[in-house]
């Protein structure tokens, strides 16, 4: 049994695509429509096998689980960075929304922002000794 | 960085910009309740929500009036003003932008399916593997 497949909910599947490889950097890897909807996923260029799926919220379940760890500022999901300082920089240069900024959080450096879908996305770098 | 407490006042923003008991309020006066200047507020929300407060507006209109068509029997004309469109022309034309038919035809098509207003992960997956051959042989030949 491998993880293969991860999936998180946007609130908009084309401002997602936009987010996702225009400022994330992610490549896109399938986008096949169904009706109005897409299957849409997302690979890193850094390598690995994962691939990222994000659906619409269109479930009133989905929206409100989604819109819930929002306005609790809970993250729903983490992405690995090699150099937080970098990335905070470019991402702030983009426009980013930072909740978080770079924090010492023991063995990570961690900062949580928005990615403009109805998500706070962690991200962290490993620290090292 | 957006501090916690402005996080919640965009939010709280966001929920006026979408509750159809309030369509009245202006972004002015819904940036006001959030306790900052208009064009602060703009660029807040555009930056976290990642489109401007109008937009938004539109948007979740636009998506309410998707499921009064697929749910309820409600006249077009009465959708559109529920919502609150004021021009029945705007609002089939902004509909059919989004989702790719007028709205007469897309209650045609999706009536008795509310379910697929809502597909699952898997359900998407599916449906896009009986939709694109191509998508099916490729993941057969990566077996």
């Not at chain 2, 966001?14 to 369509?23: E, I, P, T």
């Not at chain 2, 202006?26 to 660029?43: D, G, K, Q, W």
């Not at chain 2, 022309?89 to 379910?115: D, H, V």
Request: aromatic share 10%; glycine share 6%.
């Amino acid at each position: 049994m491998r993880i293969r497949l991860n999936s998180i909910f946007v609130d908009d599947q084309q401002k997602a695509l936009d987010f996702y490889t225009s400022i994330l950097g992610f490549e896109k890897r399938e986008d096949i429509p169904v009706g109005e909807f897409r299957w849409l996923t997302f690979a890193s260029p850094e390598g690995g096998d994962a691939e990222l799926s994000l659906e619409p919220n269109v479930n009133p379940a989905a929206k409100a689980y989604q819109e819930a760890l929002f306005e609790q500022g809970i993250p729903i999901t983490a992405f690995e960075v090699d150099d937080m300082d970098l990335e905070f920089q470019r991402l702030s240069a983009l426009g980013v929304a930072f909740t978080t900024n770079p924090t010492d959080a023991g063995p990570v450096i961690m900062a949580v922002f928005a990615d403009t879908c109805g998500n706070l996305i962690q991200i962290y770098q490993t620290s090292h000794e | 960085m957006l501090t916690y407490d402005r996080l919640i006042r965009l939010c709280d923003a966001r929920d006026k910009l979408r509750d159809l008991q309030q369509v009245e309020l202006s972004v002015a006066e819904i940036a006001t309740a959030a306790a900052m200047s208009r064009f602060h507020f703009i660029r807040q929300f555009r930056a976290l929500f990642g489109e401007t407060p109008q937009q938004y507006r539109t948007r979740s209109r636009l998506e309410m009036a998707k499921h009064m068509l697929v749910n309820g029997e409600d006249s077009i004309t009465d959708i559109c003003m529920a919502v609150g469109f004021s021009s029945l022309g705007s609002f089939s034309t902004l509909f059919a932008r989004r989702f790719g038919q007028a709205p007469s035809k897309y209650r045609q098509r999706l009536a008795g399916s509310a379910e697929q207003l809502a597909p699952d992960c898997m359900g998407l997956l599916r449906a896009a593997w009986e939709r694109d051959s191509q998508f099916s042989r490729s993941q057969d030949a990566s077996d």
